[in-house]
């Protein structure tokens, strides 16, 4: 029977020189969820998704997604499976419109390669196939109207969504969000929590994400997951964790 669960980790270590990251880390993320890690500063959040991404190789512990063992497979073959990671500040190419930056994340074109992305002969190569999908990402996003600005000309928070726009058309299945709401107005940051909680819904997308700005993210979040020193402390509904005297704890202790 397949599990509920995408993505789950068995008993992660992640050391960096004396210092225990990660300390013996298990989670499981149910399908088609949005589940934030939360957690105070340095309690290993990041480089718990950096371990599932692939960017970390973990000491100790197992990556299951979908059932598979992925531990220390490269970023490329875990990008390839349908994870795919965002980053605080949008990895985009500054100087290609919104559509281009879209239609370069489909998998099989020539801008998969990084460094063909950007060359014009390899652009006029484009499927209409990939600008039509890429224009129904921006009707969904809400972006169309900016379809061919420039990424350099977006706002912090429209460059969030154009490089969630990547994931789509990337075909993720999962994506692992590192804040996506720091930095972005709160009118616009509910608006992308909105998105993605409608992406879980229409597209069976699951999103684990990494957030500080509870005020906005708890009331879309299916679970919560809260870490301290490197370890899961607390889990659970978003109301249950958050007033959770352990998780209140270690906030208070930094
Ligand atoms: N590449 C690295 N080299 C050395 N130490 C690291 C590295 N990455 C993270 N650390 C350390 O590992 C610990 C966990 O860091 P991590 O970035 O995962 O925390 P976090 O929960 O994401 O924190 P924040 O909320 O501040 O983003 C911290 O003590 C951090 O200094
Ligand atoms: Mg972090």
Do not use: C
Not at 77 to 83: A, D, K, L
Not at 113 to 126: E, Q, T
Not at 165 to 181: F, H, I
Request: glycine share 10%; aromatic share 6%.
């Amino acid at each position: 029977m397949q599990s509920n669960h995408i993505i789950e980790t068995r008993g992660i270590v992640k050391t960096f020189g004396g210092l225990r990251a990660l300390d013996g880390v298990d989670i499981k993320v149910q399908r088609g969820s949005l589940t934030l890690l939360i957690g105070p500063n340095g309690s290993g959040k990041t480089t718990l998704i950096n371990v599932i991404g692939g960017v970390y190789k973990p000491d100790a512990g197992q990556v299951i997604y979908e059932g598979e063992d992925i531990t220390g497979l490269p970023p490329h073959e875990i990008y390839h499976r349908g994870i795919v990671r965002t980053f605080q500040i949008p990895r985009l190419f500054r100087n290609l419109i919104v559509t281009e930056n879209l239609a370069t994340a489909k998998r099989g074109n020539p801008g998969e390669n990084v460094y063909l992305a950007p060359l014009k002969s390899r652009w006029i190569d484009f499927e209409t196939k990939t600008i039509r999908e890429s224009m129904i990402t921006e009707l969904k996003l809400k972006i169309l109207h900016m379809w061919n600005r420039k990424s350099s000309e977006l706002s912090g928070g429209q460059m969030k969504l154009v490089e969630i726009g990547r994931s789509l058309m990337a075909g993720a299945r999962l994506v692992l969000m590192d804040e996506p709401a720091a930095g972005v107005n709160p009118t616009l940051a509910h608006q992308i929590f909105a998105m993605l909680k409608e992406m879980t819904r229409g597209l069976g997308i699951t999103f684990l994400i990494v957030e500080h700005r509870l005020e906005i993210a708890a009331e879309y979040a299916d679970y919560v997951i809260a870490m301290a020193r490197g370890k899961v402390i607390s889990e659970g509904k978003p109301n249950e964790v958050m007033t959770d005297p352990v998780v209140v704890k270690s906030y208070l202790e930094g």
